[in-house]
């Protein structure tokens, strides 16, 4: 009986090649972002990133869900694939969103410094992350409504 040499995907690279941020990245690509992928358990209840506050790093939902409200009204639901504070990997600003645990989570954590070093060790990467993010913000501004 013949077995299989097909290596099983680790869980990390599995669940970033889900999250539509890094959904253009190779299979090497996500290998190294899993690497710098720090998962962590929080409790619910727990304030993720307030708005306003300095962002320095990136979080996918592993397992959970969240909360991201916008000046305390506008809110939007967060499960398992979904990415938030993706913009600190890219430009150091306030956090737009406040997002908080509604269940114990498992997150991915991805540090705004150890994914600059990515990106100038494969340029690749941070092209593919501009094109997903390009692409998010064309969806939010086809959802706004026109007046």
Known sequence: MRRST??????????L?????????????????????????????????R????GREAFVIADGRAKATIDGKRSVKLGPGDCFGEMALLYSAPRSATVTAESDMRLLVVGS???????????????RVLAALAERLREAERAQPHH
Do not use: N, T
């Open 17 to 49: 090649s889900q999250v539509q941020l890094f959904s253009a990245c190779s299979e090497r690509d996500l290998a190294r972002i899993a690497v710098l992928a720090e998962e962590i358990d929080v409790p619910a209840g727990r304030v993720l990133m």
């Open 6 to 15: 097909r290596r099983r995907r680790d869980p990390k690279v599995e669940r």
């Open 113 to 127: 410094r150890e994914f600059s070093e990515l990106i100038e060790d494969v340029p690749g990467v941070g092209r």
């Open 51 to 54: 708005q306003g506050d300095p």
